[in-house]
């Protein structure tokens, strides 16, 4: 969902994910989000990058480590309003997505 638009409230949106490497102990993947009938979505998508480690001490654990960015693919003026709101929706995602982890009774 796009918030804070007042052109679009929901967009279309194409997620690719990718094993870049896969062992007993981690899986690296790679995520390409492409949006489509947003204004200037063609000048950029996201590309996200988990890695997910198992601990050594335990079976029943892992460390997830997520990072993003916005990859401009041609040049608007808008990157700047494009890089803030990409930021800001994504803290915004992983902080509704830790609260629903706490409320299943995940422990961090």
Do not use: H, Q
Request: aromatic share 12%; with cysteine.
């Amino acid at each position: 969902m796009v918030k804070n638009n007042p052109f679009v409230k929901k967009s279309p949106t194409l997620r690719t994910f990718r094993i870049i490497e896969r062992s007993e102990t981690k899986i690296l993947m790679r995520i390409t989000s492409k949006s489509r009938d947003v204004p200037y979505c063609d000048s950029f998508y996201i590309e996200e990058e988990w890695y997910v480690a198992s601990t050594s001490d335990s079976t029943n654990s892992c460390v997830l480590r997520v990072s993003y960015n916005a990859v401009f693919v041609k040049y608007t003026i808008m990157k700047s309003i494009i890089s803030s709101t990409a930021a800001s929706e994504a803290k915004s995602y992983w902080a509704g997505w830790n609260a629903m982890i706490k409320e299943k009774g995940v422990e961090f």
